[in-house]
């Protein structure tokens, strides 16, 4: 009835209840309450819009937004996800009732600021508040960093918690201002409790339930004989990983080697988790409600308990272990001539680290224990620059964006901040991986009998965000030449960002295009990857620790075996579901990371305050400067903290003071002061202390970038 309703608000502009029951001819009360329960759903779903005039329209109709509400600590809060250029400011006085986290109507009052007013709520935060336990008055509260009022705390209510506790709180359903603690994180300053904050609030668990572990305990710790039947033997092939040296869970192995007639043959092995994990398993539903695992500072939350993410599923050097491997046939050309996906049983020779393998492929250094495996490194290297001309040759895009590093010690306190490189090796299993998934993906996808697949699909930007991204290359003194018609395409962009030579902002400017571009989901439905220029692809090379590669597996096994159609029509019906979960829980993932790295960032600077450093101007608004450190951290300078008057430009992303004509734009090199750091509110604040001089480089005005 959902699709019937919608159908007929898109040829009736607007419809009372009774129109929408006599045309769809429902003639019991019974159907035309069922009619009614629907409709206050499809609202509450953003759906529909229920007018004053008690008449209804598709939502998309109305003169309404909707969004989910971010609230911020001093009151006022953004509309996130509306599909407009930028989030929506909400003034603390139109907030309207409404919490964070909520999904809320927004009347737009004023489209040139982006500013609006919420009008109603659709869909309450159904999630657990995460906040601390404060004392007024000799009552109880919660207070959180997210703005709004405190949450009342009852007596009885507490469960054992005391002033000073970090606790998950459950809101009461009528009183929202009242709730219960449910779960006691720990004190504020215990060790870790901060980063279990930031677990918990994003829907993670530090532990697995007994149940999942009682299965856990009935999983062998080696291969068995019996579990050798019907698989390829590997054992013989120069198998060995490539990884980070403090690495444990390892999904994936690799061998290669060059063929007489001048191609390569490639070995993608990779833990064969389906095996041990069944469909359906108490192991499998916790696994498949993580989703992912989480990698943050001091830990890993994983997605499969220890004993089978580091171990019997863990590609381990010098022990057996299953894999489901892809072995593929590679002309010089980077052409996959052939392939054979197979069940098969490995023994990793070493487990190398990306620093040993980048000394031998930049360097010539060959670490100790290293010797046997040089000529197998640079045959594979060989390859690899193979595969990467040809991914660039279509259109590849390397964003190149800053990752960071922190170190902490044993309690947990940062003290140095580190920026990850992408190097030779880090290069080569990225390519090899791709490769991969490219093979596995498209054995599903071209079948003739057209069966399910689980797809990893990135949309074409944004054409509105991205013209406003080479709007803004266009005032910094980039022409930006080509094709005039038409969708940009992937070689366009990565045109665009080769030809552009100031490295001291190229990173900036790269993520800058990230926020433009659509984010990478999974799909039952292939509509190709366009940040990778790929046709088609799929997650199959870390089943560990995603669980879409474990669904791959499965396809991948139901597809070579045993044909069962009952199975086949149950990832029919199920696989956008659990496409849409899983996207979900990998955005969830990446916030938790993200946060955690911002408040431990901010905890690090808190013992550089009266320091200052060099930095370059990475956002402006009209409230002040961002300006990212060499190590990656952020801080702002608030406009009332420069001298002078300024006026914010959006397009060419500058403050400007007519008076005395100084400008800070993007780009721009400066000397600041840490002047405040909070890992509270994980906020850092500067003060400037001088411009610098732009390097020659810098100054060129004119340089013309093809693409468009």
Do not use: W
Not at 318 to 323: H, I, Q, S
Not at 676 to 682: C, Q
């Amino acid at each position: 009835m959902k699709e019937g309703i919608i159908e007929l608000l898109k040829q009736n502009t607007s419809l009372n209840i009774i129109d929408i029951n006599d045309i769809l001819g429902l003639n019991t009360p019974v159907e035309f309450s069922e009619l009614q329960k629907l409709v206050n759903e499809m609202c509450e779903e953003g759906i529909l819009y229920h007018s004053n005039k008690d008449k209804y329209l598709l939502f998309e109709n109305s003169h309404l937004v909707k969004g989910k509400l971010q609230l911020k600590s001093s009151g006022y809060g953004f509309i996130l996800g509306t599909g407009l250029e930028k989030d929506i400011y909400i003034n603390e006085r139109d907030i309207n009732g409404a919490l964070d986290g909520d999904i809320v109507a927004v009347e737009v009052t004023n489209r040139r600021d982006f500013e609006g007013k919420i009008v109603k709520i659709l869909k309450r935060n159904d999630k657990v508040i995460i906040g601390e336990v404060v004392v007024k008055d000799n009552k109880f509260y919660v207070t959180t960093n997210k703005g709004g009022s405190d949450i009342y705390i009852p007596f009885d209510n507490l469960n054992g918690a005391v002033e000073g506790h970090k606790v998950v709180v459950k809101r009461d359903e009528k009183n929202r201002n009242m709730g219960e603690i449910v779960t006691i994180i720990g004190h504020k300053n215990d060790v870790g409790v901060d980063i279990l904050s930031y677990v918990y609030e994003y829907g993670f668990k530090p532990k697995f339930p007994d149940e999942v572990m009682l299965e856990v305990d009935n999983i062998p710790d080696s291969v068995l004989e019996k579990e050798l039947e019907d698989r390829i033997d590997l054992r013989d092939k120069k198998v060995f990983t490539i990884d980070g040296a403090d690495t444990k869970d390892i999904d994936d192995a690799i061998f290669c080697y060059k063929n007489d007639d001048n191609t390569y043959t490639l070995g993608v092995c990779i833990a064969d988790v389906s095996h041990y994990v069944k469909m359906g398993s108490k192991i499998d539903i916790e696994a498949y409600e993580r989703g992912t695992s989480v990698y943050l500072v001091d830990r890993v939350l994983p997605m499969l308990p220890h004993r089978l993410s580091n171990g019997i599923c863990s590609l381990n050097p010098e022990v057996d272990r299953l894999a489901l491997s892809c072995i593929m046939k590679i002309d010089s050309k980077g052409n996959v001539i052939n392939y054979d996906i197979c069940d098969s049983i490995i023994r990793s020779r070493k487990k190398m680290t990306y620093d040993a393998v980048n000394s031998i492929l930049e360097k010539d250094i060959v670490p100790e224990g290293y010797e046997d495996f040089v000529d197998d490194l640079k045959t594979m290297n060989d390859l690899s620059n193979i595969l990467r001309n040809k991914m660039i040759a279509r259109g590849y895009i390397d964003f190149d964006t800053k990752e960071a590093k922190i170190l902490v010690d044993e309690k947990c306190h940062p003290y140095e901040i580190k920026l990850r490189e992408q190097r030779t090796g880090e290069k080569l299993i990225e390519n090899f991986m791709i490769v991969a998934n490219e093979t596995v993906a498209s054995s599903i996808y071209y079948r003739s009998d057209r069966v399910p697949g689980i797809y990893r699909v990135h949309d074409r930007p944004n054409e509105a965000k991205l013209q406003k991204f080479m709007d803004f290359l266009s005032t910094h003194g980039y022409s930006v030449t080509g094709k005039k018609k038409g969708k940009i395409s992937v070689k366009d962009l990565r045109n665009i960002i080769d030809q552009i030579e100031d490295e001291r902002v190229k990173p900036i400017l790269n993520e800058l295009l990230v926020r433009a571009m659509a984010k990478a989901v999974y799909s039952e439905e292939n509509i190709g990857h366009f940040g990778l220029g790929s046709k088609c692809y799929s997650h199959f090379t870390s089943p560990i620790r995603r669980y879409p590669d474990l669904i791959l597996h499965r396809l991948v096994k139901l597809y070579n075996g045993d044909y069962n159609y009952d199975l086949i029509d149950y990832f029919k019906k199920e696989l956008s579901v659990m496409c849409e979960h899983t996207s979900a829980r990998e955005r969830d993932a990446d916030s938790c990371e993200r946060d955690v790295d911002k408040m431990k960032m901010a905890e690090y600077m808190e013992d550089h305050i009266g320091e200052v450093f060099e930095g370059v101007i990475s956002g402006v608004q009209e409230f002040g400067i961002f300006v990212e450190l060499p190590n990656s951290v952020e801080g702002l300078i608030r406009i009332e903290d420069l001298p002078g008057y300024y006026t914010f430009s959006e397009k060419a992303m500058t403050l400007y003071d007519k008076k005395s004509g100084r400008k800070f734009g993007f780009g721009d090199e400066v000397k600041v002061k840490v002047v405040k750091a909070s890992r509270e509110t994980s906020t850092v604040d500067f003060v400037l202390v001088k411009e610098l001089e732009r390097s020659e480089e810098s100054n060129k005005t004119k340089k013309k970038v093809k693409g468009r």
